[in-house]
């Protein structure tokens, strides 16, 4: 279902000019209400009346994690005090919280695209919504709570872990709709066929998936355990939280909400625009944001702009599911690696599970890259002969896929630590660099 087809639907010409108005206001008010942003104009040269179409945006400076880190906490704030409302923090592996804080006015943007994401995903007012996202300073668990809502669906604020607890509701209340990240959805799946619960008999039959990388064949596994349509959502916290791009029912990349959230995709190193279908960093604007607006955000976030027409009718450009990021990539004796790259591998080995973890250590200055990986339950009750040609096969893919030699480990199903509460750990890196 399409919430606001004023919007979603609108046609490219219509879009473009609200978008040039919007950024045109934005500008003009970072420029006269943030200090560090009129410090960066004036470094650049460039003043609000020099923007006079979209492709001018890239005149503009980039904002950065290092500059919220350096305004940390209200030093991007670009309304009076009395106006913000609410806030939101993300609190990252390294350094300070990056903080979002919002008016009133960004609440409503916050409730709207989340009710666009939600109906992207086919909810209704007749849906009760088992809203698993932690609730608190992460955006997940209000976010979907605004955009439940707002649509009119029941929401239950459920809040991560006590998965005993997730069962029990989600039998007795028949919740027709699961959010949580894709790891937690397994987690729940697992616990769920222990506890001897049939999932597929059960009324849920959608769920939201995100805040963490996660595979094709992980949502065929959601879709197969829950008997249900698992949907991709995309967002982050500096820009609104979730709610930023959304997947529809084709399930072929992510909506971008871009009369809201302008998206533009750079090569890292160089920092110059890219043309669709190219991958690169996405870069976003909050085109009407008030309370902490960013410019030109660098994600860290790689993926390319799809541009091509969605079969679901929705006018706005897409992005393909997230590639990984620039931060993740692992630089393994000089080559560089993404965990992305490693589950891809995987998905094409018969036997394997999606659930893996990457030990790195360092040894005599070399570094060590170990791989473990669940076995599905019937090769571990096999010949010892099976596991030793599947840890071989996995070897050799990898060597030939990643260009580096690797050590397998093959673990039993469940090994593998599935964090009840927050986004899962892919990677352990032991070197002290
Ligand atoms: O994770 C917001 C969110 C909540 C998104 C609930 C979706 C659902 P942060 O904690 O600030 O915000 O983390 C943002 O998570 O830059 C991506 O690297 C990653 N991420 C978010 N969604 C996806 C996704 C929330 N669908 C960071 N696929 C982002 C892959 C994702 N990575």
């Keep these: 279902m399409i919430y606001n087809p004023e919007y979603e639907c609108m046609e490219e010409k219509v879009r473009k000019k609200i978008q040039l108005a919007?950024?045109?206001n934005l500008v003009e008010t970072i420029y006269s209400k943030v200090p560090y942003y009129r410090k960066k104009f004036d470094e650049a040269n460039i003043k609000p009346v020099n923007i006079n179409n979209m492709e001018d945006i890239q005149k503009l400076p980039f904002t950065t994690k290092e500059d919220l880190r350096i305004n940390?906490?209200?030093?991007?704030?670009?309304?009076?005090?009395?106006?913000?409302?609410?806030?939101?923090?993300?609190t990252g592996t390294t350094g300070k919280p990056v903080v979002n804080e919002y008016t009133m006015k960004d609440l409503d943007i916050w409730r709207q695209v989340m009710a666009r994401t939600l109906s992207g995903a086919g909810c209704t007012r007749d849906d009760i919504v088992q809203n698993c996202y932690g609730y608190g300073l992460f955006t997940g668990g209000a976010g979907v709570h605004y955009?439940?809502?707002t649509i009119g669906a029941e929401v239950?604020?459920?809040?991560?872990?006590?998965?005993?607890?997730q069962l029990m509701i989600l039998r007795d209340f028949g919740s027709t709709m699961l959010t949580c990240t894709p790891s937690y959805a397994l987690f729940l799946a697992e616990e769920a066929a222990e506890a001897g619960i049939d999932l597929k008999k059960l009324p849920i039959n959608k769920g939201c998936f995100g805040a963490e990388a996660w595979s094709e064949s992980m949502r065929k596994e959601i879709e197969e355990r829950y008997d249900m349509k698992a949907y991709d959502i995309y967002g982050l916290t500096e820009i609104i939280g979730p709610g930023v791009a959304f997947e529809c029912e084709m399930q072929n990349g992510l909506h971008v909400n871009e009369d809201l959230f302008y998206p533009e995709i750079i090569d890292p190193e160089t920092g110059k625009v890219l043309p669709a279908g190219e991958k690169g960093e996405l870069v976003f604007t909050t085109l009407t944001r008030e309370g902490t607006p960013l410019l030109r955000y660098r994600t860290r976030d790689i993926t390319?702009?799809?541009e091509e027409p969605c079969g679901c009718?929705?006018?706005?450009?897409r992005i393909h599911r997230l590639f990984g990021r620039t931060?993740?990539?692992?630089?393994?004796?000089?080559?560089?690696?993404f965990p992305s790259q490693i589950e891809q591998a995987l998905i094409e080995i018969e036997g394997t599970e999606p659930q893996y973890l990457i030990i790195i250590n360092r040894e005599n200055h070399l570094d060590e890259l170990e791989l473990q990986v669940e076995v599905k339950k019937e090769l571990f009750s096999d010949e010892t002969r099976g596991l030793e040609n599947l840890r071989n096969r996995i070897e050799q893919v990898m060597k030939?896929?990643?260009?580096?030699?690797?050590k397998v480990k093959l673990v039993e199903p469940k090994t593998i630590v599935r964090p009840e509460v927050g986004k899962v750990k892919r990677v352990i890196d032991n070197r002290k660099i």
Excluded: F, W
């Design 22 to 24: 919007s950024l045109k």
């Design 72 to 90: 940390y906490p209200h030093g991007l704030r670009a309304c009076p005090n009395d106006r913000i409302v609410e806030v939101h923090m993300s």
């Design 147 to 149: 955009g439940s809502i």
């Design 156 to 165: 239950l604020p459920m809040s991560s872990g006590n998965t005993e607890r």
């Design 304 to 306: 390319c702009l799809i």
């Design 313 to 317: 009718g929705r006018t706005t450009r």
């Design 327 to 337: 931060d993740d990539m692992l630089i393994i004796r000089g080559v560089n690696v």
């Design 400 to 406: 030939s896929k990643l260009q580096i030699g690797l």
